[in-house]
């Protein structure tokens, strides 16, 4: 079973949004496409502040906080659309769609 907590903040007008998903309360295949999004991330060890270093950035970017809980382990990364790295926009991806379908 996993547990995503993601909020997603910022942008031109400033609104949050967030949402909860648990593996255990949506099909079967979404599930496992979820967690392969999680794996390819090494979501679990990736530093838990991915922020802008000050230099960098815009007025209207997106921030994120991600909290992941699966099995035993619980990691929270806090990440902007400009300090992101690669290997997490897919999952980022997945779950601003899932709020959108909201």
């Given at each position: 079973?996993v547990k995503?907590?993601?909020?997603?903040?910022?942008?031109?007008?400033?609104?949050?949004?967030?949402m909860?998903i648990?593996s255990?309360?949506i099909?079967?295949?979404?599930a496992?496409?979820l967690?392969?999004?999680?794996?390819d991330?090494d979501?679990f060890n990736l530093?838990?502040e991915?922020?802008?270093?000050?230099?960098?950035?815009?007025?209207?970017?997106f921030?994120?906080?991600?909290?992941?809980?699966?099995?035993?382990?619980?990691h929270?990364v806090?990440?902007?659309?400009?300090?992101m790295?690669q290997s997490?926009k897919?999952?980022?991806r997945?779950?601003?769609?899932?709020?959108?379908?909201?």
């Amino acid at each position: 079973m996993v547990k995503v907590y993601f909020e997603q903040t910022g942008g031109v007008i400033g609104r949050t949004i967030d949402m909860t998903i648990d593996s255990d309360s949506i099909p079967s295949q979404e599930a496992k496409q979820l967690e392969d999004l999680i794996d390819d991330t090494d979501f679990f060890n990736l530093p838990t502040e991915l922020l802008p270093s000050g230099e960098e950035g815009a007025a209207d970017y997106f921030s994120y906080d991600i909290t992941i809980e699966k099995q035993q382990l619980k990691h929270k990364v806090e990440t902007t659309d400009i300090s992101m790295p690669q290997s997490l926009k897919p999952l980022v991806r997945y779950l601003r769609a899932k709020v959108q379908r909201k």
